[in-house]
Structure formats: C-alpha cells, structure tokens
C-alpha cells in the first residue's frame, strides 16, 4: 500500500505507541484518522497531524459510524491500525481469593473483541473500495509478546493477546479473495506513558533483561514496523516479534 494520500485509521492513537504511528503515517504523506476513547486528546493529535478525530469505543457496534465519518471526511478507507488496549494485573487465584470473573473479562472484551470489532468494521468498507496494485486495504494489529511468554499475574492480557495472534491468519485468509491483507506486531518493552512512571531504578533493570539493545523500545520503533508491514504488499498473515530478543521469565 502506497502511504502517501491514503487513508489510515489509527485506534488508541491518542497517546503511546498509536500516537507514534499517526504521526510517522502523517509524515509519509497518509491522511489520518485518530480513534481513541478519550476524544479530547485525539482531536489534539489530529489537529497537530492535519487530520481527523473521534471518540471511539472499540468495543461498541457505533465505532461503525465513527467509521463512516472518517470516510466522509478523508476518503475511502485504505488502512486501519489496532492499537487500542488495556492491561491489568491479577493473580488467577491469589490471596483475596480467585480473580474477578468481570476483570478478566474486560480485557478480553477491550484487547480481543475490540481489536476485532474494528477489524470487521474496516474490512467491511474496505471491500467496497476500488483496487490500487491489486490491493484494497491492509489491517495491522497489536498483540504483545506476552502472548507467548505470558507472566504470572498476566492471564487475562496473555489471553487477549494470544487471540490477537491467533487471529491474524484466519482473517488474512477470509480477506484474501478482496485483496486486503492482515498483519500483526507484538511488542516487547517499549517506552510508554505507564513505564515512564515506575522509578528510574526499575527501568534500568527491566531495560538489563533485554538481550540487544539492552533499553526499551522507542514507540518509533514500533511505528516503523507497522509502516512496514502496511507498504510491504507481499506481507500477510504474520506476526512480527518486536523486542530486542527477550523472553519474558515468569515473574
């Protein structure tokens, strides 16, 4: 997929690692749509990007006509990026007793389905685009690398995520016969707003355990790799690890 002129819509792009990708997609000439819950810091995003905001719940059937708005407003839909997500931390069967069932399940419900809200929303209008180079649209999601070294305390992120990656393949498959393709990004540590707040000296030891580099990820690191996967037409149906070759022990 070319970037340059085509629409990209960004979920969670308000801050962190979508807000990285909004902004290199912006520099590559794409027009953007940011879609995050909190409405307010997405329409600073795209006013900084030139480009299109809205308050968004991933997990709602109304994300749909936040959708259609973006279309009307910078054209047909080329590209959408799951960056939408949560975490929480709680052991399965801890002191106070088993995790909250409704815990577990909002991650699920926010990380999963929410990730595959958007993804059947956007490759509903996707299929009605015309063909560029063969290619209607391209899907990009994030899972974590914690779908395949998930922690204690991590079972229900762990779980969302595993489905993510699970996900890929089935829907590359399904959306083939259109010509959209669907890839996945599974961070390691990277350098978020949450990181950012834990004292230096913990920082320095979770940035230790990584093999090379041994720092955390640059949120532009990430948004490069989604670049990637979105201009690479020959990319479909894989999972990229992106974590300077750590695995997670289990605590």
């Known amino acids: 997929m070319r970037l340059d002129g085509a629409h990209v819509a960004v979920t969670g792009g308000a801050s962190g690692l979508g807000a990285a990708t909004a902004r290199l997609l912006a520099e590559e000439g794409a027009k953007v749509s940011i879609l995050d819950r909190n409405g307010d810091a997405a329409a600073e995003v795209a006013a900084e990007l030139g480009g299109h905001s809205a308050a968004v719940d991933v997990t709602d059937e109304a994300a749909g006509a936040a959708l259609e708005a973006a279309i009307d407003a910078l054209?047909?839909?080329?590209g959408l990026v799951n960056c939408a997500g949560i975490g929480t931390a709680a052991r399965i069967a801890g002191r106070d007793g088993p995790m909250p069932l409704a815990d577990f399940e909002r991650v699920i419900?926010?990380?999963?389905?929410?990730?595959?809200?958007?993804m059947?929303?956007?490759a509903d209008?996707?299929?009605?685009?015309?063909?560029?180079?063969?290619?209607?649209?391209?899907?990009?999601?994030t899972a974590s690398v914690a779908a395949f070294d998930g922690q204690v305390g991590q079972a229900a992120y762990a779980a969302a995520k595993g489905g993510i990656v699970s996900l890929a393949l089935p829907a590359a498959r399904e959306l083939a016969r259109f010509g959209i393709r669907v890839?996945?990004?599974?961070?390691?540590?990277f350098e978020t707003?949450?990181?950012?707040?834990?004292p230096e000296a913990v920082r320095e030891?979770?940035?230790?355990s990584i093999p090379f580099p041994a720092r955390l990820g640059a949120p532009a690191e990430f948004a490069e790799a989604v670049r990637f996967c979105l201009t690479n037409a020959y990319l479909n149906a894989e999972v990229i690890r992106l974590d300077g070759g750590v695995r997670l022990p289990p605590k």
């Open 205 to 208: 030891g979770i940035a230790a």
């Open 125 to 141: 209008r996707m299929t009605r685009n015309e063909p560029v180079e063969g290619e209607r649209g391209t899907i990009v999601s």
């Open 120 to 122: 059947r929303l956007a």
């Open 193 to 198: 707003p949450l990181l950012g707040e834990l």
């Open 75 to 78: 054209g047909p839909l080329r």
């Open 183 to 189: 890839n996945t990004v599974a961070p390691g540590i």
């Open 109 to 118: 419900r926010v990380n999963l389905i929410g990730t595959f809200n958007m």
